[in-house]
């Protein structure tokens, strides 16, 4: 069974997605071990602890990155973690915290990588008028929305959108990409093969 440590900043509705459907038995082969966020108030960690799971607040308080990094890292190893969910986590990660769960953090972006990474991925998208956008579950390395892809869904961009439809139908995907991503990694299928991942063999 593979042990999940989910960060998050906000209401993480990934994080939901990706409990409800463990819990369902629709994602197999894992399950949470905590939930981390890096604010008290975040609403994840309720819907966590509403849940039955563990939920713990590692604010920052003003201590350096790598600093808080380590109390993180120090958590999710207490809690035999295997593999790190960023589920709407608001801050970039250390490099020693990378190097502790090498090709075992996996984010996700609201655009199809490699275009548009960074903040305001969906209003990037718009403003830049493509056809299509979408979501990418990736491996994080030390660089920005930069590791090796494991999944995309693409959305289409209607003439009727604005910003605010557009990232909700592309949030409704990334509800159901995070758990495919999830599910590919545990299954111990795949690997890492230069920039792609691949089935084995």
């Known amino acids: 069974m593979t042990r999940l440590g989910i960060l998050l900043s906000g209401r993480g509705s990934n994080f939901v997605a990706i409990a409800d459907r463990i819990a369902r038995g629709e994602l197999r082969g894992c399950e949470i071990a905590v939930v981390i966020s890096n604010k008290a108030e975040a609403g994840g960690l309720a819907a966590a602890r509403e849940r039955g799971l563990t939920a713990l607040a590692i604010e920052a308080n003003g201590r350096k990155r790598a600093e808080h990094d380590a109390a993180i890292i120090a958590a999710l190893r207490e809690h035999g973690v295997d593999l790190v969910i960023l589920a709407g986590y608001m801050r970039l990660l250390s490099p020693g915290f990378v190097q502790a769960f090498p090709q075992r953090i996996l984010n996700i972006h609201p655009s199809l990588l490699p275009a548009f990474p960074g903040l305001e991925a ?10 299509v ?5 990736h491996f994080v390395d030390e660089e920005l929305d930069h590791g090796v892809i494991v999944t995309q869904r693409v959305v289409p961009v209607l003439d009727a959108d604005d910003e605010a439809t557009l990232s909700r139908r592309i ?13 590919k990694v545990v299954s111990g299928e795949y690997e890492v093969a230069g920039r792609r991942y691949i089935r084995k063999g």
Request: proline residues 0%.
């Open 171 to 183: 949030l409704a995907e990334e509800h159901e990409a995070y758990s495919e991503a999830i599910a």
């Open 133 to 137: 956008a979408g979501c990418t579950v």
């Open 122 to 131: 969906q209003e990037q998208a718009f403003a830049y008028g493509v056809k």
